[in-house]
């Protein structure tokens, strides 16, 4: 499985960006594919999930009403569209998948064995 993600580059506060991470893998719709983030300094942190078969996406709270998590199976790619972006978004964003992931633990980083590279995003204030 390999994971490509794109899309990131340096903004302003208020701005938007579209993340997207391509799949190399058969029967991408069921992978439960996930966002997660880290800025320097500081631990790996979810960022949104999104289980197989186009379900409903889970969010930090941080991120809620701001980020909007979707897929297109046909395409194996997920996206990430970020508005309203913030200074404390600033981070690598790296993608995530696996084909066993339970509910409650959507937003925890071990549940997850296939990593992307990492994108950076870096908004400015």
């Known amino acids: 499985v390999q994971l490509q993600a794109c899309g990131g580059g340096l903004v302003q506060a208020g701005d938007s960006l579209r993340l997207s991470c391509v799949a190399s893998v058969v029967s991408f719709s069921t992978y439960t594919m996930s966002w997660f983030r880290q800025a320097p300094g500081k631990e790996r942190e979810f960022v949104s999930a999104?289980?197989?078969?186009?379900?409903?996406?889970l969010y930090a709270d941080s991120v809620k009403g701001r980020f909007t998590m979707s897929r297109d199976n046909a395409q194996n790619t997920v996206y990430l569209q970020m508005n309203s972006l913030k200074p404390e978004d600033t981070a690598v964003y790296y993608c995530?998948?696996?084909?066993?992931?339970?509910?409650?633990?959507?937003?925890?980083?071990?549940?997850?064995?296939?990593w992307g590279q990492g994108t950076q995003v870096t908004v400015s204030s």
């Open positions: 999104m289980k197989r078969y186009n379900s409903n996406p």
């Open positions: 995530a998948a696996d084909q066993q992931v339970i509910t409650s633990s959507l937003s925890r980083s071990v549940s997850y064995d296939y």
